[in-house]
């Protein structure tokens, strides 16, 4: 079978002549292909409703993220209950050490014992006698704003991680630069295990 061959043009340059070989069709599918596909990306994604806005994804992907670490406690309505259920197990006591660490470490020191605030390690406290007080003085802060709310900083399960690991700090009694500040108040409920379930 004789091959085909392509015509020659009629320019010369220097004595170069070219062949007419034409861009073959598919190539010419694929490149107004990828035109058309760029301007249905462009009106599907940012000029119509099907596709959330950025802050709605991430706002989403966050519900989600919170939602996998949290499952069990957000199943827990009772806030004493669920701070009860942190005292209890040992992976929820190491999350609320590491939301201690982040938001709490600068007034009362990574063991407790008190540097700016009072003691979290001995049984007198001056601003809560029950877990109760203790969830409140840490969501809406106390004494004038010398212990700032972390409202807006921690949501209830980041709550109730850090008051259920610093309830568990009680009793240790360590010596801080304060000394003893506050009133003795009652032992706090028992924690409860896993394996009670609530």
């Known amino acids: ?20 070989n034409p861009t073959p069709g598919w190539w010419h599918l694929i490149f107004w292909g990828t035109i058309i596909w760029s301007v249905i990306y462009v009106i599907v994604w940012h000029m119509t409703p099907l596709i959330p806005d950025r802050i709605t994804r991430l706002e989403n992907t966050r519900q989600i993220a919170i939602e996998k670490q ?7 309505d009772d806030p004493i209950t669920k701070v009860r259920t942190v005292m209890g197990d040992e992976n929820w006591l190491e999350q609320g050490a590491s939301v201690y660490a982040g938001t709490c470490v600068l007034c009362h020191d990574k063991n407790g014992q008190g540097l700016i605030g009072p003691n979290l390690t001995d049984n007198h406290y001056k601003n809560l006698t029950d877990l ?52 003795e108040i009652a ?4 924690p409860i295990s896993a394996d009670q379930g609530g």
């Open 132 to 183: 109760e007080g203790m969830i409140d003085v840490i969501t809406n802060g106390a004494a004038n704003g010398a212990m700032p709310a972390n409202v807006n900083l921690l949501d209830e399960n980041e709550i109730a991680l850090v008051v259920g690991y610093v309830a568990s700090l009680r009793g240790q009694m360590l010596e801080g630069p304060r000394g003893v500040e506050g009133e």
């Open 1 to 20: 079978m004789a091959e085909k061959n392509p015509e020659l043009l009629d320019h010369n340059y220097d004595g170069i002549q070219e062949y007419d």
């Open 187 to 190: 032992p706090f409920p028992e």
């Open 70 to 76: 949290f499952a069990q406690l957000m199943t827990i």
